[in-house]
Every structure is written in C-alpha cells, then in structure tokens.
C-alpha cells in the first residue's frame, strides 16, 4: 500500500510541476506579445492576428512557425539551445523585414 501512495504523490507532484510550467510558458508568451504589440496589445487583437494569418499562411509558413514554437518552449523552459538563438536572429530579421515592407 505504501509504494502505491508513493507513485500517487508523485503523479500529483508531476501534476503540479506540469501546471506550473504551462503557466510560465503562458506568461512568457503575454510578456512577448505585450512587448512586440505595445499600447495596441490586447488578448483580442492577438487571437485576431494569429487566426487571419494562420487561416491565410502557406504550408511553408506554417512549418516556419511550428519550429518557432519548439524553440519557444525551450527558452521558457530556461534551456536555450544554439538553435534558439539561430530561430532568435531569424525572427528578428523577419520582424525587419515586416517593417521595411510596411514602410513601403
């Protein structure tokens, strides 16, 4: 009986740790989109953006973005990886490059 409380505690302590690292990866997120966004930054716009975008991206996009998205856990997680600062700098560079085309 003893061994079966024991992997109960530690499915409940597994649990735990699970919630807390969705809730730092959540507030990451807010704090990244918060930034990016600035005073325009509403959880609304975000889910407006995300959904118009995603809905009219090409597959070559999308896989573009589900690499940002592993590198993403990673860095929240506090394992940052050479990967994450190449995706980092790809990022930015896109972001410049957003900027450019909008100032045009």
Do not use: C
């Not at 592993?70 to 394992?79: D, I, L, V, W, Y």
């Amino acid at each position: 009986m003893d061994r079966l409380q024991q992997l109960e505690q530690k499915i409940a302590d597994l649990k735990r740790k699970k919630e807390k690292l969705q809730l730092k990866s959540a507030e990451e997120l807010w704090r990244k989109l918060s930034t990016l966004l600035g005073e325009e930054f509403s959880p609304e716009m975000v889910v407006g953006l995300v959904a118009h975008t995603w809905e009219n991206s090409k597959a070559e996009e999308r896989k573009t973005w589900r690499a940002y998205g592993e590198t993403f856990f990673r860095e929240t997680s506090g394992k940052r990886s050479k990967k994450t600062a190449t995706t980092d700098q790809q990022t930015g560079a896109t972001k410049n490059a957003d900027k450019t085309q909008h100032a045009a």
